[in-house]
C-alpha cells in the first residue's frame, strides 16, 4: 500500500502499462551508452577516488574509502605474535566461507589435502547467499561457450583478462553439472531441459535459476557438503594479515577470534583468499545489497604481502536496489524481475529505456532519469524509479510471481505491498566488486606464490562490468579450481621459516610516504552503531 | 520529528524511532553486531529473534533484519540454535524413507503439536514438510520447505527435538540430485566441451583485435 503523495504517478503507472507491456524499447547504440556512463556512472566521478601512493599499485586511482583501508596500520604489530607455535598447521587455508571458499574446501579435499576454512562470520553468512538471480552457462543447442564470451568481454568493456573469461564459459556447463549432481534443485521443465531467461547483456537465454534464492540454493548445498566432508570450519574468526614464509610464499594467516579477540597463527602450505566483496564499505554513501561482512578484506591482506589489484576502480551499482520502504533500502531486487518482462517506468508512467541493457548502463540511465531529466519519484528517501512488476503476472500468466520470484513477494509482502499488483520503487545500489587481486589462469596470484584467490576478491574475470549470472558462476569455476591448484601446490611445497616481515615493511612505507592514518585495517565489520544505518 | 517507540532489547528498555527494524534498532540503541547478523536481507538466517508485546501471552518469532520495531516490544535474539546435522555420503544414502529413519529417527516422534510452523520466520508450512519426510515424499517435502533460511527457531519450539532444518537440508538434495529429472542438453554440452568441439572458436577468440571482437559485439543478434 503506497500512501496519498505516490498515486498520482501510480495512476499513470497503471493507466499505461497495457501500451507498455507492447512497447519494444530500443536498446542504446555504442555512443549512447558511453556518453550515459561518462555523465552518470559513479564510477566517473573523478573526486571520489584517491591515488594510492604506496604499495604494488602506487599511482592508481581507487575509492578513496578503499585508499584509507590499503593504506592503514596492521591490528598487529610483529613482536605480539607468536609464528613458532601455530595454533592450526594444515595443506591448504581457506579465508572465507562464502561459495567460493566453500566450493575451494570441497575440492581441495576431494584431491586428497588437509584444507580447513576461518570466517569472520559464519559459513554461508555471504553475498553467494543473497544472490537471487541465477548463473548463466551456455548449454542449450543455440548458445556455446564462444557466445557467452562475447557478451561478458562486450559487457565488461573488452577488458576482461580472456584466459580468465575463457575458462570462466568453458568451464560454465561442468560447474552447473557438479552443482546438480551436489543436489542442487535448478529450474527444469518436467523433460529435464533447464528453465532459462535473459540476464541484462546477454545474447541467449542462459540464465539458470532455483526460483529466485538461486545463491541461497547453491551456498546451503555446499556448506551441507563442507560439513558432511567434516572439514573444520573456524568461524567467527577473521584472518587479518597474511604470514609468508622467509622464500616470500604466502604461508598462512593471523587469525582473530571476532568476540574474544584472541590472536590465533594458521600455518599452511598455500592460501587462498575468498573473502568477497565490498558492499559495506558504502563506496560514495551508497546503500548495499551486500551482506554484513563485505568489507574489501581479502584485498587489504593481499595488498600489504604484495599482491598486486586489478580494476579495483571499478564497481558495480545494480540498478534495481529497494528505494522504499525505508526498512530495505538498498536491499536487492533480483534483475529476474526484468528478465521476466517488467519494465522500468518514470514518474510520468514512460518506459524511458530497454530494461536489459548491462547493469552498469542500466544504473547510470536510472541516475540520469532521476536527476538530469528530474523524472524519479521522491519517495521520502531520495528518489526513485518504478519497476513494474504487475506485467509480470500479464506477461507470464498469474501465478508467475509466485513461482519464479518468492523471495521478492516475500520481501515487500512483509511491508504491504503487493508486488502482482503494485509495482515497485527502486534506485541503484552498491552490489559487486568488479576488480580485486590480479591472478593467472590457475588461481594463483601473479606476483607472490602459493596465494590463490578466487570469487569476488578476484580482478579482471569480467573486466570492468559483471554481467548478472555470471559471479554466482565464477565463485563456483574459480572457487573449484583454487581448490584444485591450492591442493596440488601443497604437495610440492615445504614451508621455511615463516615471516609478519612484510607487515613491518608496510609500516615503514606508510611512514616514509608521510601518510598520517590512525585507521587499522582489514576493516572486517561496518560499524552502524548510534545512528541509522544505510 | 520521527515517532519513537519503547522496546526492550533481552529486558532493557530502549527508545528507538518506530521506522527501523528489530536490527537496526539494535544498532541505535548502541550495539555493534558480531554474532545474529548475517545478510541483513532475509537469506541467511542469522538473526532469529524472539518476541513478545506487552501484556500478550504469545510469542512470535520473526527475523531481526525483516522486522518493524513495535512499542512494548520484548525481543530476544537468537543468534545460534544446536541444530543437529548428521553427515552423510550423498553417493551412498539409500533415495527412500530409509535415509530419514536412519539419519534423523527423531521426525517420527513428532507429536503433531504445529509449534514449528507458528514459529517458521519465512511462514512456512514446516510440520506438513516432516510429514512428507516421514513418508519418503522427497520432492514434496523440498518444494514445500524450499524458501527455508535455516535459522532454526522451528526446532527451538519443538517438543519431540526435531531438527527441521537440517531434515529439509537433505530432502531437497536428494531430489535435485536423483529425483529431479537428468538434462540432456547439458550432458551434451559437458561432453562436446570435453571433447574440443569448442576450442577453435575460443582460441579465435583468444587472439582477435579488440577492434573485431567490439564489430561482433555490437552487432550480435539477441535472442527474443
Redesign the interface.
Known amino acids: 500500500m503506497y500512501s496519498e503523495k505516490f498515486q498520482e504517478s501510480l495512476a499513470a503507472v497503471e493507466a499505461a502499462r497495457e501500451k507498455n507491456i507492447a512497447l519494444e524499447p530500443t536498446?542504446m547504440?555504442?555512443e549512447q551508452k558511453d556518453t550515459v556512463l561518462s555523465s552518470f556512472h559513479p564510477d566517473y566521478k573523478t573526486n571520489e577516488f584517491s591515488v594510492l601512493t604506496i604499495g604494488p599499485n602506487k599511482g592508481d586511482k581507487v575509492p578513496k574509502e578503499l585508499a584509507a583501508m590499503l593504506q592503514a596500520h596492521s591490528r598487529i604489530k610483529d613482536a605480539e605474535i607468536d609464528l613458532e607455535n601455530p595454533d592450526y598447521d594444515t595443506d591448504v587455508l581457506v579465508i572465507g566461507g562464502g561459495g567460493a571458499g566453500a566450493s575451494a574446501a570441497i575440492e581441495a579435499d576431494e584431491a586428497g589435502a588437509s584444507v580447513m576454512i576461518v570466517t569472520k562470520?559464519?559459513i554461508?553468512?555471504a553475498n553467494t547467499?543473497?544472490a537471487e538471480g541465477g548463473i548463466q552457462?551456455?548449454?542449450?543447442?543455440?548458445d556455446?561457450?564462444?557466445?557467452h564470451?562475447?557478451?561478458a568481454?562486450?559487457g565488461g568493456h573488452?577488458a576482461a583478462k580472456?584466459?580468465l573469461l575463457?575458462k570462466l564459459?568453458?568451464d560454465a556447463?561442468?560447474a552447473?553439472?557438479w552443482l546438480?549432481?551436489?543436489?542442487?534443485?535448478?529450474d527444469?521443465e518436467?523433460?529435464?531441459?533447464?528453465v532459462t531467461t535473459?540476464g541484462g547483456g546477454t545474447?541467449?537465454?542462459r540464465m539458470h535459476a532455483a526460483?529466485d534464492?538461486s545463491?541461497?540454493?547453491i551456498m546451503?548445498?555446499l556448506r551441507?557438503?563442507v560439513?558432511?566432508?567434516?572439514i573444520p570450519v573456524v568461524d567467527?574468526t577473521a584472518a587479518i594479515e597474511l604470514i609468508l614464509d622467509e622464500d616470500g610464499k604466502a604461508a598462512g594467516a593471523v587469525l582473530m577470534n571476532?568476540?574474544t579477540k584472541e590472536l590465533l597463527v594458521a600455518k599452511a602450505k598455500t592460501v587462498i583468499i575468498a573473502t568477497g566483496g565490498a558492499g559495506r564499505m558504502h563506496y560514495q554513501g551508497f546503500p548495499t545489497?551486500n551482506?554484513?561482512g563485505a568489507t574489501a578484506d581479502g584485498l587489504v591482506l593481499g595488498y600489504r604481502a604484495g599482491a598486486k589489484l586489478l580494476y579495483a576502480e571499478t564497481l558495480q551499482y545494480h540498478p534495481t536496489g529497494v528505494a522504499f520502504p525505508?526498512?530495505?533500502f538498498g536491499?536487492?531486487v533480483t534483475e529476474k524481475v526484468r528478465s521476466l518482462g517488467a519494465k522500468l517506468v518514470n514518474k510520468n508512467g514512460e518506459v524511458f529505456m530497454h530494461p536489459l541493457e548491462t547493469r552498469d548502463v542500466t544504473a547510470a540511465t536510472i541516475i540520469r532519469e532521476c536527476s538530469e531529466r528530474g523524472n524519479g519519484i521522491d519517495t521520502g528517501n531520495g528518489e526513485g524509479i518504478w519497476l513494474d512488476t504487475p506485467m509480470i503476472e500479464k506477461i507470464g500468466g498469474e501465478g508467475t510471481i509466485m513461482k519464479r520470484i518468492?523471495?521478492m513477494w516475500?520481501?515487500f509482502d512483509?511491508y504491504g505491498i503487493d508486488i502482482r499488483k503494485e509495482p515497485i520503487l527502486i534506485y541503484p545500489t552498491l552490489h559487486y566488486q568488479n576488480g580485486g587481486l590480479d591472478i593467472t589462469a590457475d588461481c594463483m596470484t601473479t606476483n607472490v606464490k602459493n596465494l590463490f584467490v578466487a570469487g569476488e576478491a578476484v580482478g579482471g574475470i569480467h573486466g570492468k562490468n559483471r554481467l548478472m549470472g555470471n559471479s554466482l558462476l565464477d565463485i563456483i569455476v574459480f572457487g573449484r579450481s583454487a581448490g584444485q591448484n591450492a591442493a596440488k601446490a601443497a604437495k610440492d611445497t615445504t614451508v621455511g621459516k615463516l615471516t609478519l616481515d612484510h607487515v613491518t615493511a608496510f609500516e615503514n612505507e606508510i611512514t616514509e610516504a608521510g601518510i598520517e592514518t590512525e585507521l587499522v585495517s582489514p576493516k572486517l565489520?561496518p560499524?552502524?552503531?548510534?545512528?541509522?544505518?544505510i | 520529528m520521527e515517532k519513537m517507540v519503547n522496546i526492550f532489547l533481552f529486558g532493557k528498555k530502549y527508545s528507538v524511532?518506530e521506522?527501523?527494524?528489530i536490527m537496526?534498532a539494535m544498532?541505535?540503541a548502541?550495539?555493534?553486531?558480531?554474532?545474529g547478523?548475517?545478510?541483513?536481507?532475509?537469506?541467511?538466517g542469522?538473526c532469529a529473534t524472539i518476541y513478545r508485546i506487552k501484556g500478550d501471552r504469545e510469542l512470535h518469532a520473526c527475523l531481526a533484519c525483516?522486522?518493524?520495531v513495535e512499542d512494548n516490544m520484548y525481543i530476544a535474539t537468537l543468534p545460534f540454535f544446536p541444530l543437529v546435522?548428521q553427515?552423510?555420503?550423498?553417493e551412498k544414502i539409500p533415495v527412500n524413507e530409509t535415509v530419514m529413519m536412519q539419519l534423523y529417527p527423531e521426525i517420527y516422534a513428532c507429536i503433531g503439536s504445529n509449534a514449528c510452523t507458528k514459529a517458521c520466520t519465512?511462514?512456512l508450512n514446516v510440520m506438513q514438510y516432516i510429514a512428507y519426510a516421514q513418508r519418503g515424499d522427497f520432492e514434496k517435502c523440498?518444494e514445500e520447505s524450499?524458501?527455508c533460511?535455516?535459522c532454526g527457531v522451528c526446532s527451538s519450539r519443538c517438543p519431540a527435538g526435531i531438527s527441521h532444518p537440517q531434515v529439509a537440508?537433505l530432502a531437497?538434495?536428494?531430489?535435485?540430485?536423483y529425483l529431479?529429472?537428468?538434462?540432456?542438453?547439458?550432458?551434451d554440452?559437458?561432453k562436446e566441451?570435453k571433447n574440443g568441439d569448442?576450442n577453435d572458436?575460443?582460441e579465435?577468440?583468444?587472439q582477435k583485435p579488440?577492434e573485431e571482437?567490439?564489430e561482433?559485439?555490437?552487432n550480435?543478434?539477441?535472442?527474443k
Do not use: W
Open positions: 536498446r547504440t555504442a562470520l559464519r554461508g553468512d547467499m543473497m552457462a551456455a548449454d542449450k543447442p543455440n556455446s561457450p564462444a557466445i564470451f562475447v557478451d568481454f562486450g573488452f580472456r584466459e575463457s564459459v568453458c556447463p561442468e552447473i553439472k546438480s549432481e551436489l543436489g542442487v534443485e535448478f527444469k518436467a523433460d529435464g531441459t533447464m535473459h545474447s541467449r537465454k526460483k534464492y545463491g541461497a540454493e546451503r548445498t551441507d557438503e560439513l558432511n566432508r567434516n567467527f571476532m568476540e545489497s551482506h554484513y525505508e526498512q530495505i536491499a536487492l518468492p523471495a516475500r520481501m512483509k565489520l560499524n552502524y552503531t548510534n545512528q541509522k544505518s | 524511532p521506522n527501523l527494524a537496526t544498532e541505535y548502541g550495539y555493534q553486531l558480531v554474532r547478523c548475517g545478510c541483513r536481507n532475509g537469506f541467511c542469522a525483516q522486522t518493524k546435522k553427515v552423510y555420503d550423498m519465512q511462514g523440498a524450499f524458501d533460511v535455516m537440508m531437497r538434495r536428494i531430489n535435485g540430485k529431479a529429472p537428468g538434462c540432456g542438453h547439458l550432458e554440452r559437458v566441451i569448442f572458436l575460443i579465435a577468440l583468444m579488440i571482437i567490439k561482433l559485439y555490437n550480435r543478434e539477441i535472442e
